[in-house]
């Protein structure tokens, strides 16, 4: 059984599954690519949407949940849900996987997403209970509402990572960099044998491996794109960790630590509905207003993009593990990250004058202040819209 190491760093028992997840997703990303020009999963580039240079399979969800179920299968026994936690990925995994087939429709995409919300719920995944923090810390003990938040919970996670994959590398680095905050959380509660935070090192372990694996065909250009399978599998992958490690945890402002270093995607999210809604347009209709969108608008390239992504998801990370006493580390962490933050903001100013421009077109109504016009849709058919 492994179990939160006694003796020894606990970083070691991350170490395997990390290496393992890494590797398989790695050699199962060729046969996903071939698996999606066979079943017609493929982006193709048309100079609108599409925005990639050429026809791109887009099924590389199913090598990340390969690498990660092998993973998990190896290493996790001493997570007390390990089958039930492959059973709830691996059933969103294929559930979107025939979507990136078949490109169903919102309404049906949301059928997936709270089904297998549901089924979690069904096997035992659930929120329980909540910390609420103040001078003595208090338990609120769901009851009738444990259902319908933990539903709530896992859509939420699944449509932020969704509404992130738009541009090259940049769900899957934000995702190993949030994993990685999750690792680090459990870390600080592990106490002797304790199987719950072992089991969140393990798994976020394996999440952090199976991204940087698919980052390896993914990073700008991309040769392969996650999909919705890839995205929907992260999404829960994640709520599965926070439901498991931080939830369920009695510890004063817990729940805030994947709130906080999900603070890019969820309030991407949260920002794309309300600016939906204001137009009076459905909030699962397709714009040009992502962050990932304004950021290509007004200049910045892939890379850059990323980047941008990846510096203020460790940001947000490492406030979020103040929480925990992080302090010195976390303090030149984030000093650090700052600073390249700024650095990549300076170098782009400088490099090129910015011209206004309105990129608005009647499907995406939005307009943004940049060097160029941009299509309505740079994304890859990896988000829900």
């Excluded at 069904?122 to 933990?150: K, N, Q």
């Excluded at 960790?241 to 729940?255: E, N, Q, R």
Aim: net charge neutral; aromatic share 6%.
């Amino acid at each position: 059984m492994i179990v939160a190491a006694t003796t020894g760093s606990p970083w070691l028992n991350a170490l395997p599954p990390f290496l393992i997840a890494s590797a398989v997703c790695i050699a199962a990303v060729p046969g996903s690519m071939w698996l999606a020009r066979r079943t017609g999963a493929v982006a193709q580039p048309d100079g609108d949407r599409h925005l990639h240079a050429r026809p791109t399979p887009r099924l590389g969800g199913i090598a990340l949940f390969i690498g990660f179920a092998v993973a998990i299968a190896i290493f996790g026994s001493g997570i007390t849900d390990r089958w039930q936690v492959v059973a709830v990925t691996g059933a969103i995994t294929i559930a979107m996987a025939i979507d990136d087939i078949l490109d169903l429709n919102w309404l049906s995409k949301l059928g997936i997403e709270v089904g297998v919300g549901v089924l979690a719920v069904v096997l035992g995944i659930t929120i329980t209970s909540i910390a609420i923090p103040g001078a003595h810390t208090s338990l609120w003990e769901l009851g009738l509402l444990t259902a319908p938040v933990t539903v709530v919970w896992l859509v939420g996670m699944q449509v932020s990572v969704n509404l992130l994959d738009g541009a090259d590398g940049v769900a899957a680095g934000v995702v190993a960099i949030v994993a990685g905050v999750c690792l680090l959380a459990a870390i600080s509660r592990l106490t002797g044998n304790d199987h719950v935070q072992g089991g969140v090192v393990i798994l976020s372990g394996a999440v952090m491996g199976c991204c940087l694996g698919f980052l390896v065909f993914n990073l700008p250009p991309a040769r392969v794109f996650m999909g919705d399978s890839g995205s929907h599998f992260l999404g829960i992958a994640l709520g599965v960790i926070t439901i498991l490690g931080v939830a369920k945890v009695v510890v004063g402002l817990s729940i805030l630590v994947p709130l906080i270093a999900l603070g890019l995607p969820i309030g991407d999210t949260l920002f794309a509905i309300v600016r939906r809604a204001l137009s009076g347009r459905n909030p699962a209709a397709a714009d040009a207003g992502h962050l990932h969108h304004r950021l290509r608008a007004v200049g910045l390239n892939p890379i850059e993009t990323a980047l941008t992504f990846y510096l203020v998801t460790g940001i947000l990370g490492c406030l979020a593990l103040t929480i925990y006493g992080h302090r010195r580390i976390i303090d030149v962490a984030l000093g650090l990250l700052v600073v390249a933050l700024a650095a990549l903001i300076w170098r782009n100013r400088r490099r090129a004058p910015r011209l206004p421009f309105v990129a608005a077109i009647e499907e995406s109504e939005v307009q943004v202040d940049g060097r160029r016009a941009l299509p309505s849709h740079i994304h890859h058919r990896g988000e829900a819209d």
